[in-house]
Each structure stands twice: as structure tokens, then as C-alpha cells.
């Protein structure tokens, strides 16, 4: 028996591909059940991030069960195989482990040794866990990963630099206008990105932070947090507009800052 993975990432696929085949960590039950019921992947775990959806798997040779993840990423993304397949990737035995160790250790990521996905690798191994997804081959690799991933950080200097998307943006920023202290921010979103983009552009000296939420009472909450002003989501384009820094980040299915958007600012 071997483990292996069907997976697509940001080096095989246009943001507007990945979008398609991406599962909030609330919906890992449903694809769990999913995957084990219609499509016999009765030893899974899922993994899904901004950069990647992966599925995990134990398979025999000819099994059929690498064929039934494509067909279930292509259902999903509700277009044909064929279309859909050269976005993907198969790997197994020790290709597909490392695979995972890369992602735990940050070194498959956009920017390299960025932390957020250590956590989502956790919480993964726990869902399909709780779903009893996952048996003890996917349970103690997934374990292992996660320990790799915590040497990694602690023991190599692969987390010195810019270790997320959201501080790679404020030093973007930085580099950009130079000194901050005098601009102003404005955070779209109030989840875990979004709180931290605020903490980095408080720490590169930037005080005026504009934050703006669906749900107002979560952007007061994030802005009062760091001092910050929220915004209710319909002053939007104003706010946009007064703006130095935007950095969005939702779990929207349709663009928050388009085109008509940015006309006229």
C-alpha cells in the first residue's frame, strides 16, 4: 500500500483555477464524506490553502483511486477532465511524503518558510481524524509532517525573513513609499491574514488602520484591537479611495476590489 496525493498548486494553476477546488476547513467534514462514500477514498485527508488543495490517499497499483481524485477535483471545479487534468499532479510512495514534509516546512509555499501552513496542516490531520478519514499510515505521516515542520522553523533560519503573504506585502509596501508612519492602511477582511497584516503594519510604524468587514461588529472587533477604525462594508469604495495601502483578504467567492472599483480613484 502506498500513499498518494492528486493535487493542483500555484505553480500549476491560475489563481481562478485554484479558487474552484478550494474547501474552507469548515467544509472538510462534507468533502470527507464525499470523497469516502461516492468516490471510494476511504483513507483520506484533505488539504486546502490559497496556494494548494491536495488529497491525500492510501492506493494499491490499479486501484482506480488516483483516477477517482481527478474525477472529484473535476466535479468540483465543474468542468471536464480534460480540461482540468493539466492542472493537476499524481505523486507517490516517498515523492508524495516528501511532498508533505515540503508544505510543512513552509518550502512549497509562495513565500518560502511562511507559518500559517504548519497550522493548516494540523488542522487538516485533525479533521480527518475526527471524520475517522484518515487511517494509521495517513495519521502518523501527517504527524510527522508536523513535527518536520516545527524542527524546520526552529532549527534552520528558514522563517528569518518574510514568513506569510501578508508581511511580504507590507515590506512590498515599505518598499514602495519608504518610511509608513505617515500612510494609511486599509484592511479588507477581519480572519487570521487580515490580523495579521495589521500587526505587521504595526510594527513597520504605520498607525492609521482602516478596517472594513461584511459583518461590521468583526471589523470593530480587529480594529479595536490595534486602535484601528472600522468601516462599514457599504463606505467601501470611500474608504478604498482614502486609502495608501489595500490589502484584501476574505473567503469571498467573488472579487472584493475589482475593476470599477479602483476607476476614478
Sequence with gaps: MLVALV?????????????????????????????RDAWRLDDACVLSTCNRTEIYFTAEPGDGKRRAAKEFFARAAQCP????NRHLYVMEGEEAERQLFRVAAGLDSMVVGEGQVLGQVRRAAEAARDENASGKVLTALFRQAVETGKRARGETAISKNAVSVSSAAVELAGSLFGALEDKRALIIGAGKTSELSVKHLRSAGLRN??????TYEKAAQLAGRFGGTP???????????????VISSTGSDAHIVDRDAMIGI
Design 81 to 84: 477532465l480534460e480540461e482540468l
Design 7 to 35: 493535487g493542483i498548486n500555484h505553480r500549476t494553476a491560475p489563481v481562478e483555477v485554484r479558487e474552484k477546488v478550494y474547501f474552507s476547513e469548515e467544509r472538510y467534514p462534507s468533502v470527507l464524506r464525499e470523497l
Design 209 to 214: 488602520v482602516l478596517v472594513a468587514n461584511r
Design 231 to 245: 468601516v462599514p462594508f457599504d463606505e467601501l469604495e470611500a474608504a478604498i479611495a482614502a486609502a495608501d495601502v
